[in-house]
């Protein structure tokens, strides 16, 4: 560099205003790359992670993936459903794919291993009908339709039992339990033929079992053991058949077979 060109830098870094001016651009871009590297850092540090699908998985499991992934557990309910693993998540929040911090709570929700006790509504002196509607209500199943002439009034419930035996309303019981109901029936019910048995066909397995019922008719269900090996596969089964047919004659309390298979999968 030539001694008139370092009089003329001289010249303007002796210049108050222009030094500022580029002590401040300096200062300006240093703060700039400053932040910017600073920002970067901060952001990966906190960086959003998507939930892991804890669903269907058990404790055990659950708290290695959220080790694993930086996030904290916390059962907060449990609940009972025999179509689900027991001991293992039924329901999460957040839910799997949400985008949280590290550290984060995962709230849980366990399907228990043993299904809740309820009492027993008291579903005597109702129609069936009403009487259907209560044990659903509380968590049960309707299982055996018991006619007599004693009370002498059609579809009048009168008494409850459980596993053959009577019981008494009150009784707690696990939810999901079958009920047999105690029904009268007029003395000259038994010769009239006022309806006729329902299609069934294409049914889930408790749909049938409703239906039947509704139609004042006891179920027998007969299960096609290919592909069934737990309870789950038994609930997910569907009526591929029925004897006798839909539409025959029925007299109150005659058993209709229901054929139940799993569906099949290649059919959508």
């Not at 959003?48 to 058990?58: H, Q, R």
């Not at 019981?173 to 029904?183: A, M, N, S, V, W």
């Not at 299960?223 to 006798?244: H, M, W």
């Amino acid at each position: 560099m030539s001694k008139n060109s370092s009089r003329g830098l001289g010249k303007y870094w002796n210049n108050i205003l222009i030094r500022n001016i580029f002590l401040a651009t300096v200062l300006v871009v240093f703060l700039l790359i400053f932040s910017s590297v600073f920002l970067d850092m901060f952001t990966r540090h906190g960086k959003s992670a998507p939930v892991p699908d804890f669903t269907g998985k058990l404790l055990d499991s659950v708290l290695i993936i959220a080790k694993q992934n930086s996030l904290r557990i916390e059962v907060v309910d449990s609940v009972f459903r025999i179509d689900v693993q027991r001991g293992s998540v039924l329901l999460q929040n957040p839910e799997s794919g949400t985008h949280v911090k590290k550290n984060r709570k995962i709230f849980l929700t366990m399907n228990s291993f043993s299904p809740r006790k309820e009492p027993v509504p008291d579903a005597t002196r109702m129609s069936l009908r009403l009487a259907k509607t209560e044990l659903i209500a509380k968590g049960f199943r309707v299982g055996k339709l018991e006619y007599s002439h004693q009370p002498p009034f059609t579809n009048f419930v009168y008494g409850l039992m459980y596993k053959g035996r009577d019981i008494e309303p009150g009784i707690m019981l696990p939810t999901g339990e079958y009920i047999d109901l105690k029904l009268g029936l007029k003395p000259d019910s038994l010769s009239l033929t006022t309806f006729s048995v329902p299609d069934v066909t294409g049914l889930a397995k408790q749909d049938a079992e409703d239906l039947i019922v509704e139609h004042s008719l006891n179920y027998v269900l007969v299960f096609d053991r290919k592909g069934i090996k737990t309870v789950t596969d038994s609930l997910n089964c569907v009526a591929y058949g029925q004897e006798p047919p839909a539409g025959s004659a029925a007299s109150y309390g005659e058993k209709v077979t229901v054929k139940l298979k799993l569906p099949d999968k290649s059919k959508k």
